[in-house]
Every structure is written in C-alpha cells, then in structure tokens.
C-alpha cells in the first residue's frame, strides 16, 4: 500500500542536541511538507517543497532545517537552536508542485520531547 | 490575510445525534476547502473537500459539508454520530496563487453514550 513513513513514532532530545525526524512516501508525490502541532494551535507550516532539490520556509522555519535530494524523502532537522522543540510533527505530501486544489496526504507523526 | 476559524474547541454530541462542526475562513479569492479528522497520536486523514460545483459535497464515513460563499462557512456534517467518530477535525483553506494551506486549531468532538 502506498503511504507515507515516518520515523520514529516517538523521539527525545537533550540540550544542545541535533536531532532528525524521517519522512519516506512512496505515493509518487512531488510536494512534500512539515508540520508543527501544539495544542490549540492546530498545525503550522515549517518547511515545504515542490521538487527535489528545492524547499521554501514555512511560518515557523526557525530552528529548523530540511533537505530533498530524494523525491520519496523529506528529513527534518531540528537544532540546538530550537528553544521549544517540544511537539507533534506531521509529514505530508501532494500530488502536483504544491497546488493547494490537491489534497494532502499525512503520516501518523513524530512526538519529540526534550530530556 | 487568509484565515481559518473553527469557534468551538470542544462539543459534545450524545450517540446517534446529529452534528455539525463549524469553519468560517477570510479569504479574497474562490477558496479550496478541505476536512480533516486526526485520531489521538495519529496523523490526519482527509474527509471531503470542495473545490467548486456543487456546494453540498459527501466525503468519507458518512460526512458531509455544506459550501456558502455568503456566510464564508464551509461546515462539516453527520445525521447520527457514532463512537468511533470521537476524534479532533481540522478545516482547512487554500486558494489560487497562495503558497500553503492554513488549517484551523480544530474541534474536538466527545461522544456520549
């Protein structure tokens, strides 16, 4: 079944640590995309991109970091200068370059927490 | 600006009640609109969406919402709530021109027996 992975499901960090979420789809997609989710704040945009080799910031892309040098993966890094780290992180991918007509589709989620 | 606003953070719905879950979005351009639902710890699944057409659209588990460009509301809808319907569903908008969908905070529905 196509999809997309993420890994892992739960995920710690300690201070002044770097630490990298994975993202692999193999629905094909060009576009691919990261989310931040807090309580209440619903999901917000970090990172995203529209083909390989190419990513724009999101909202929140401080702290963070991203590569594609695959079409089926999109990591996330997230820094030492991230001060909150603390959240859900959602990996999602679209058919297209990014046309918002076209629905996205959702991994189950990294939690990462901070030791 | 685009916005996306979901007033009720919480509802609770006994079973086999209706509901309806409400979106209203600030947008200057034809909006693509969208449902989600997200189960504890899990991602989202896609429930319906509207693109253009016909305003009343039918998704998935028995959904529906209803598209009205007057009010700015694109509220998602169910006859009879089930158990498993418990979850958080998320609104979200897009339009033409623009570079990321914006999602609303969610609602969390609790079903009573």
């Known amino acids: 079944d196509g999809g997309i992975t993420q890994s892992p499901k739960y995920l710690f960090r300690k201070e002044g640590q770097n630490v990298t979420l994975s993202c692999e789809q193999n629905?094909?997609?060009?576009?691919m995309y990261w989310y931040r989710q807090d309580p209440g704040q619903g999901l917000r945009l970090i990172y995203y991109s529209q083909i390989v080799n190419d990513f724009q910031k999101g909202d929140i892309a401080e702290g963070y970091s991203v590569s594609r040098e695959k079409k089926e993966s999109f990591p996330l890094t997230v820094t030492s200068a991230q001060k909150n780290p603390t959240a859900f992180y959602l990996c999602?991918?679209?058919?297209?370059?990014?046309?918002?007509?076209?629905?996205?589709?959702f991994g189950d989620g990294t939690r990462l927490s901070i030791l | 600006a685009q916005s996306v606003t979901q007033p009720d953070i919480h509802i609770t719905v006994s079973e086999g009640a209706s509901l309806e879950l409400r979106c209203n979005y600030s947008y200057g351009a034809t909006p693509y609109l969208f449902w989600y639902v997200q189960s504890p710890g899990q991602g989202l699944q896609l429930l319906l969406k509207y693109f253009s057409g016909d305003t009343l659209v039918q998704g998935i588990k028995g959904f529906e919402a209803e598209f009205k460009r007057s009010q700015s509301s694109f509220n998602l809808r169910k006859p009879s709530v089930h158990w498993s319907d418990a979850a958080e569903y998320f609104c979200?908008?897009?339009?033409?021109?623009?570079?990321?969908?914006?999602f609303g905070t969610g609602t969390r529905l609790l079903v009573s027996p």
């Open positions: 999602a991918s679209s058919i297209g370059r990014g046309q918002l007509n076209q629905p996205q589709h």
């Open positions: 629905l094909n997609h060009d576009a």
């Open positions: 979200a908008v897009g339009a033409e021109g623009f570079q990321k969908l914006v």
